[in-house]
């Protein structure tokens, strides 16, 4: 049997814009470094994604070493952004959570406004040790995330894409497949593993970094479309609710939650503790 290993990693500075792969990162309690600190909102303070706006995969946020990001898209000029001063907050709701984040700034927000049509506020979470705390169901005290959907970490595995688009091929929507793993939009990804193993994993080591499974992930109509067309389909949404639902979910990957901080690197072992 192959070890499993560390395949790839990939963080996403602005929320439900299109991200990078780094060769390594810094895993924090909240999570990768980096990694959805910034969050788009809209006239009401609501965190927009590409659930609304599937626009939003066409632009991109780069992260810089001063903390700031870089947005860009084509027909539009690029546009450094700088890390706010924590110095006031306004008040944005996550999926109708409360959280306090801080304004990015007026430059920013015309550039989001001018490319997704529509008024828009770019907002950044100063403090994720305190502003968010993770669903206490599945919690320990004082965990907490950023603007992810809900978790610190998304893990994925190449195998279970590979099934997955094994089964795409096989039904109605077939040339829609196969699919990229960018659909599902995940922070790390495994290779060596066999297919599905990861709905059995509970605890598991990257490198120096060891995670607890929260929980899996309940996949949304983002996972349909393109990241780099924004065209939307049918799937991976139609073959997942035949073979991996779950109650009323539709199961990809799993959601991890770091034990302790530490680096992890493409190439990483990955092992299976519990």
């Not at 991109?60 to 027909?75: K, Q, V």
């Not at 793993?181 to 995940?186: A, E, I, S, V, W």
Request: charged residues 25%; hydrophobic residues 40%; contains cysteine.
């Amino acid at each position: 049997m192959p070890i499993p290993r560390l395949r790839s990693v990939h963080v996403h500075p602005v929320k439900a814009l299109r991200g990078h792969a780094l060769a390594e990162a810094e895993v924090q309690p909240w999570g990768l470094a980096g990694d959805r600190r910034w969050a788009v909102v809209d006239a009401s303070g609501k965190v927009v994604t590409q659930r609304r706006h599937p626009r939003m995969a066409l632009a991109s946020a780069e992260a810089l070493p001063s903390g700031g990001i870089t947005l860009s898209a084509a027909g539009h000029p690029t546009l450094p952004v700088a890390e706010p001063e924590p110095s006031s907050t306004i008040r944005v709701e996550v999926f109708d959570t409360p959280v306090e984040a801080v304004p990015a700034g007026p430059a920013a927000d015309a550039w989001l406004s001018a490319f997704l049509e529509t008024k828009s506020r770019l907002v950044h979470m100063d403090d994720p040790a305190r502003r968010r705390p993770l669903d206490p169901e599945y919690a320990l005290p004082g965990e907490t995330v950023s603007f992810a959907d809900g978790y610190p970490l998304l893990v994925t595995s190449t195998a279970s894409l590979d099934a997955l688009n094994a089964l795409i091929s096989q039904g109605d929507h077939a040339g829609e497949g196969p699919l990229p793993m960018d659909r599902f939009r995940p922070n790390v990804v495994v290779e060596g593993a066999a297919p599905w193993a990861e709905d059995g994993w509970r605890r598991l080591a990257i490198g120096e970094v060891t995670f607890r499974v929260a929980k899996p992930c309940g996949r949304c109509v983002v996972t349909t479309t393109d990241q780099f067309t924004a065209a939307r389909g049918k799937e991976p949404l139609r073959t997942l609710a035949r073979h991996r639902k779950q109650g009323s979910r539709l199961i990809f990957g799993q959601n991890l939650v770091p034990e302790h901080p530490g680096i992890i690197r493409v190439g990483d072992e990955v092992k299976i503790l519990d």
